[in-house]
């Protein structure tokens, strides 16, 4: 896959938690739900 495709691919993805797209690590949960790695560890952190 191109540079240009990875890049377009990315940005197709939205975090479930922030609405945003993932600018760091993005991870996907066992529900299939995408995140940022770094947003989804501060919320599982907090319960």
């Known amino acids: 896959m191109s540079t240009?495709?990875?890049t377009n691919a990315a940005q197709?993805?939205?975090?479930?938690l922030s609405g945003q797209s993932p600018v760091d690590d993005a991870?996907?949960?066992?529900s299939g739900y995408?995140?940022?790695r770094?947003?989804?560890?501060?919320?599982l952190s907090e319960n």
């Open 34 to 36: 995408i995140c940022s």
């Open 38 to 43: 770094k947003l989804l560890l501060a919320k």
């Open 12 to 16: 197709t993805f939205v975090c479930a």
């Open 27 to 30: 991870v996907a949960t066992p």
């Open 4 to 6: 240009a495709a990875n």
